[in-house]
Nanobody, 127 residues
Framework: QVKLVESGGGLVQAGGSLRLSCVVS????????MGWFRQAPGKERELAAVISRSGDSTYYADSVKARFTISRDNAKNTVSLQMNSLKPEDTAVYSCAAKSAVYSNSYYSSLGSYTYWGQGTQVTVSS
């Protein structure tokens, strides 16, 4: 059974930074394309950033581009999201997701593509 566990959320002031991590167990991590998605209160879940199996290909939502960086460590079964210059509008529950992928350099930006999801971690940015 594939399990995803996020950590690293918390309360931070605007302009600050946080680093989220997601550890995957129960599957072959190097076979998964990964993504970070977020859901703000009263809004639908949306993409933040996604990464290919190899880590060579990434894609970011326009709202986080140049501020967030997604990365992965296949040796540690971990995907991370470095979030800098945080804004109050970044406040949301952040969840990581995994999808079995055939091609090592493909990423997937659609929520519906992902099979496995973590429980999420709360990020709150105060103004």
């Amino acid at each position: 059974q594939v399990k995803l566990v996020e950590s690293g959320g918390g309360l931070v002031q605007a302009g600050g930074s946080l680093r989220l991590s997601c550890v995957v167990s129960g599957g072959t991590f190097s076979g998964f394309a990964m993504g970070w998605f977020r859901q703000a209160p009263g809004k639908e879940r949306e993409l933040a950033a996604v990464i290919s199996r190899s880590g060579d290909s990434t894609y970011y939502a326009d709202s986080v581009k140049a501020r967030f960086t997604i990365s992965r460590d296949n040796a540690k079964n971990t995907v991370s999201l470095q979030m800098n210059s945080l804004k109050p509008e970044d406040t949301a529950v952040y969840s990581c997701a995994a999808k079995s992928a055939v091609y090592s350099n493909s990423y997937y930006s659609s929520l519906g593509s992902y099979t496995y999801w973590g429980q999420g971690t709360q990020v709150t940015v105060s103004s």
